[in-house]
């Protein structure tokens, strides 16, 4: 028994985690990773990002994204790839590139092209457009260099340019603090009406869940957010889930944290289209937490010496 196990016996697609190529050297980690009745999913969290592979224009590098597509195959594991337009981790070329209208959608159409391509066949889905809303409700769409050169058009010729090269990935609009219902959960929703307005082709919305032990929204909160994105037409899938502690120290918290993944998993459990859960990586080794939200940690369900937490027991349970 496992995760995967239990989510696929629940009649999930998968439970999955996202990993890195650093961390894989690590022996005890990656047999964990790699058994498939824990995981039935991995995402490359760093791996598959313009930065990593189109350092410079023109000129692909699929070294590191590569050994998380072979690994997931080796293991026989799903893959979500991750992610193709996004302002972060977006190479100096691009974002002060000083291009025009025409010549960054081209830039934007070979890359996504050439990436799609490459591993096409391979992907369950793609993260095509990531973190495109602003957190200022006064301004719905982020301004990046896309928004500002483009117009929000970027985002629906984002989309075509991936189905025309796997035909077959689901094609996912992926961001964070859209969990719950409000002003960016409605803007989300507002992007699957813009693309499927240009006659073109979205699959899913990827709810981040990059959440706050105590501070989770509710099962029924969260259902109730998920079921108005899969009225318009889309599956949902929670892409990046961590359930951070502010103090990570006081060892109360794991028995909240163990709710807050309950509730998180029970309410994808609720949705049918929900497709299934990703942890934004295991365990707390390897976490991106402490390092983006200073003082906060101890957001994943196994701790940083591989051992299960309550939180682990308690995902299990919501199955
Ligand atoms: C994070 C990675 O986990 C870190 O290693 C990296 O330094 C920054 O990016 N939203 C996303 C992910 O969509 O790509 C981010 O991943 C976390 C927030």
Request: charged share 20%; glycine share 8%; aromatic share 10%.
């Amino acid at each position: 028994t496992g995760l995967n196990a239990a989510a696929q016996a629940y009649g999930k697609l998968y439970f999955g985690s996202a990993t890195d190529n650093g961390e894989l050297t690590d022996s005890e980690y990656k047999a964990i990773l790699s058994d498939s009745n824990e995981f039935g999913q991995i995402t490359p969290g760093n791996s598959m990002k313009w930065d990593t592979v189109e350092a410079s224009r023109g000129n692909f590098d699929y070294t590191k994204g590569d050994v998380i597509a072979d690994l997931a195959e080796a293991n026989g594991q799903k893959l979500r790839c991750h992610t193709l337009v996004w302002y972060n981790q977006l190479p100096q070329w691009v974002s002060n590139g000083g291009f025009d209208n025409a010549t960054l959608i081209e830039i934007l159409q070979n890359h996504i092209t050439e990436e799609v391509t490459h591993y096409k066949g391979k992907c369950y889905a793609w993260d095509v457009v990531n973190e495109a809303i602003s957190d200022d409700s006064g301004a719905p769409l982020r301004d990046n260099i896309f928004l500002s050169t483009i117009g929000e058009a970027y985002i629906p010729i984002a989309f075509a340019a991936a189905a025309a090269a796997d035909p077959d990935a689901k094609l996912y609009y992926n961001d964070y603090s859209i969990e719950a219902p409000g002003a960016k959960s409605t803007a989300a929703q507002d992007i699957v009406k813009l693309v499927q307005s240009y006659g073109v082709k979205i699959d899913g919305i990827g709810l981040q869940d990059h959440l706050i032990v105590g501070s989770t929204p509710s099962l029924e909160d969260q259902v109730a957010n998920m079921q108005a994105f899969v009225d318009l037409g889309v599956e949902v899938a929670i892409t990046e889930l961590d359930i951070r502690a502010e103090n990570p120290d006081a060892n109360q918290y794991q028995e909240q944290q163990a709710k807050d993944y309950a509730a998180t998993v029970g309410a994808c459990n609720k949705v049918e289209a929900c497709v299934g859960v990703t942890i934004w990586d295991y365990t707390d080794k390897y976490s991106w937490v402490p390092g983006v939200f200073p003082g906060t940690g101890g957001a994943l369900p196994w701790d940083e010496n591989l051992q299960k937490k309550p939180a682990y027991d308690a995902i299990l349970e919501a199955y």
